[in-house]
C-alpha cells in the first residue's frame, strides 16, 4: 500500500480551515470521484479505486493522509498534485 502525506501550515480561523478542508475534497472529488463525509471534526474520503484518506483541520495546520490500493498507485502523482495546486491556492 502506498502512501501520500501533505501537511500545511496556516493562520486561519477554525471555520476557515474547515472550509478549506472541504474545498479540497470538493476538487477531489470532482477530478478523481469518490465521496467524503465528516467523522468528527476530521472528514473521510473513499473511492472505489483503492483510496481512503483522512482530512484533519487543526488550528494550525491542515493534515491530509491518503492510503492507496495496488490499483490506485498509478494516480498518486496526479492527487498529490491537485492537493498541493488547491492548499497552494487557497493559502496563497
Request: net charge negative; with cysteine.
Amino acid at each position: 500500500m502506498s502512501k501520500i502525506q501533505v501537511c500545511r501550515a496556516h493562520d486561519l480561523s477554525g471555520e476557515e480551515c474547515q472550509t478549506l478542508a472541504e474545498e479540497l475534497l470538493n476538487k477531489l472529488v470532482d477530478k478523481f470521484g469518490g465521496s467524503y463525509q465528516p467523522a468528527g471534526v476530521n472528514y473521510s474520503y473513499r473511492h472505489t479505486a483503492g483510496v481512503t484518506a483522512t482530512v484533519e483541520p487543526k488550528e494550525d495546520e491542515l493534515i491530509v493522509n491518503v492510503k492507496l490500493g495496488m490499483m490506485a498507485r498509478a494516480f498518486a502523482p496526479q492527487l498529490e498534485s491537485e492537493m498541493n495546486k488547491v492548499l497552494d491556492e487557497y493559502l496563497g
